[in-house]
C-alpha cells in the first residue's frame, strides 16, 4: 500500500509505530526523511516494510532493520515482520540533503545562522597534557545523557584523540559531499583521526588546518544540537584563531590545572578572546587533588591555579569568568578513556545526590564534579538579543 493512504486501523498503527524508528545517524524518523518507500499488511497481520537506505553501502543498515522489526512486533495484530532494503536515487539523495539542509542551497555553518540555538563551547588549554579532551568528552558525555543534543568537533587535528576517548572505531558515512558523523553515548562526532589509516600522524600547516575545521562545519550534518564542543589543540595558534574567524559566536572553556606553569599558560589562551571577540564562559581546573584512603587530599600538582586564572581573567576581559569546577585525578577518569566509556557515564542512579549534601562533588569522584559542571553550563541563561523570536504584530 502507498505509505500515505492507511486502510485499516491495524496499518495506521504499523504507521505510527514506524514514526518512531530513527535512522542511527540522522536522528530523524525515517517516514519523516523519506526513507519509507512502501508497507503491505496483509489480513493475517503479516507485515512487510521497504526501506530506502541513502547508500548502498550503510553500516547500520543491520541496526535499521532491527529497530523496524522491533517497532512493529509491539504492535498489537501483527503476526511477522519482513524488513527489504534498497538504495535511495541520486535524485532522492538530492531531496533528503535539501530537506536536511531546510532548503538552504548554499553550504553554510548552520551554527552561524541567526536562529541558529546551539550553544557552542570551544574548550581550549594554555599547554597540553592539562586532559582537555577528556574534560571536554566527560561534559559532552554527562549532557547527551540528561537528554540533550551533543556534538563534538575534534578539532585538534595534530594530537586527535576524542575517537578513541568514545570507542568510536568506524568511519563517517558520506551521502555524496554531505559528511554523517558515527554516533556514541549519543554524541555525534567528527575527528580527523577517523580519516586516517592506523596511527599515523597529520602533518599539515595552517591553511589546511583552517579547510579542514571549515569542512567539518560546513559538510558534517550535526542536525539541531543543543549544544556543541570544539576540542581545540593546545595554546593560540592557527586553530584557535580559525575558531574565532568561522565561530565568532562561540565561547571558550579554559581547562588548566593547579600549577602556576600551566595557570599563566592558560590566562594566556583565554586573552585571545580579546582578539577574538569570542567570550570566556568559564575556568575548569584539572587534577586537582588526590583523595588518599585516610580521607585527605593531596594536592599534587599545587593549589588555586584554576582560581588565579578565573581572576585574572576577570580583570582583563572586563566582566566575570567564573571557576566552573575543580576535578579530582581519579583513577576511573583514566580508565574510562582508555575504554572508550566516558566516566561521567558512571553511576547516573545517584544523580540526584550529586548535589547540596556533598558541594556537588558526591563521594570526591571525578564522575560527580564532571556532571555538576555539565548541569551547570546546559543551565546557563541565553541571551535573546538580535534573535528572530517569529513574532509578528496582529
Known amino acids: 500500500m502507498p505509505v500515505s493512504e492507511p486502510a485499516s486501523t491495524l496499518e495506521a498503527q504499523v504507521l505510527r509505530a514506524l514514526d518512531t524508528v530513527q535512522d542511527p545517524e540522522l536522528r530523524r524518523p525515517i517516514t519523516e526523511l523519506g526513507m519509507l518507500k512502501g508497507v503491505t499488511v496483509d489480513p493475517s497481520g503479516a507485515v512487510r516494510v521497504e526501506v530506502l537506505l541513502t547508500i548502498a553501502g550503510c553500516p547500520l543498515r543491520g541496526t535499521i532493520t532491527t529497530d523496524v522489526e522491533n517497532a512493529l512486533a509491539a504492535v498489537p495484530g501483527v503476526s511477522s515482520v519482513a524488513v527489504g532494503l534498497d538504495v535511495m536515487t ?4 538530492d531531496a533528503l540533503k535539501d530537506r536536511l539542509r531546510g532548503g538552504d542551497p548554499v553550504r553554510t555553518i548552520p551554527f552561524n545562522r541567526p536562529g541558529s540555538l546551539t550553544r557552542v563551547y570551544a574548550v581550549a588549554s594554555g599547554k597540553g597534557g592539562v586532559g582537555k579532551s577528556s574534560v571536554t568528552v566527560n561534559l559532552a558525555a554527562a549532557m547527551a545523557a540528561a537528554g540533550l543534543r551533543v556534538g563534538i568537533v575534534d578539532a585538534d587535528v595534530h594530537g586527535f584523540s576524542v575517537p ?3 570507542g568510536i572505531t568506524r568511519p563517517p558515512t558520506r ?31 595552517g591553511p589546511m588546518l583552517h579547510r579542514a575545521l571549515e569542512q567539518f562545519l560546513t559538510d558534517v550534518y550535526f542536525g539541531d544540537l543543543d549544544v556543541l564542543f ?13 575558531v574565532g574567524q568561522l565561530l565568532p ?6 581547562v588548566t590545572t593547579p600549577q602556576s606553569a600551566a595557570a599563566d ?24 587533588w588526590l583523595a588518599l584512603p585516610g580521607g585527605e587530599r593531596l594536592e599534587v600538582f599545587g593549589s588555586g591555579g584554576g582560581a588565579a586564572v578565573s581572576g585574572r581573567l576577570t580583570g582583563t576581559l572586563g566582566y566575570p569568568v567564573p571557576l566552573l569546577g575543580s576535578i579530582p585525578l581519579d583513577v576511573a577518569l583514566r580508565e574510562g578513556g582508555d575504554g572508550g566509556r566516558p566516566v561521567a557515564l558512571d553511576g547516573l542512579e545517584s544523580l540526584a545526590c550529586d548535589d547540596a549534601a556533598s558541594g556537588g562533588t ?10 555538576r559542571i555539565a548541569r551547570n553550563l546546559a ?12 513574532v509578528s504584530p496582529a
Not at 599558560?265 to 584539572?286: D, H, M
Open 230 to 242: 570544539l576540542d581545540l589543540p593546545p595554546g593560540t595558534g592557527d586553530i584557535a584563531i580559525s
Open 249 to 254: 559566536g562561540s565561547e571558550i572553556l579554559l
Open 164 to 166: 578513541g576517548l568514545l
Open 175 to 205: 551521502v555524496d559531499e554531505m559528511i554523517l558523523p558515527p554516533v556514541a553515548y549519543g554524541i555525534k562526532t567528527i575527528s580527523i583521526g577517523m580519516f586516517v589509516e592506523g596511527n599515523q600522524p597529520v602533518a599539515w600547516r
Open 362 to 371: 558526591a563521594a570526591g569522584t571525578a564522575a560527580a564534579e564532571l556532571r
Open 90 to 93: 541520486p535524485e532522492q539523495r
Open 379 to 390: 543551565h546557563r541563561p541565553r541571551g535573546l538579543a538580535g534573535r528572530n523570536l517569529g
Open 265 to 288: 599558560v592558560a590566562e594566556r589562551a583565554g586573552s585571545v578572546a580579546k582578539q577574538t571577540g569570542q567570550k570566556v564562559a568559564g575556568v575548569i581546573e584539572n587534577m586537582s
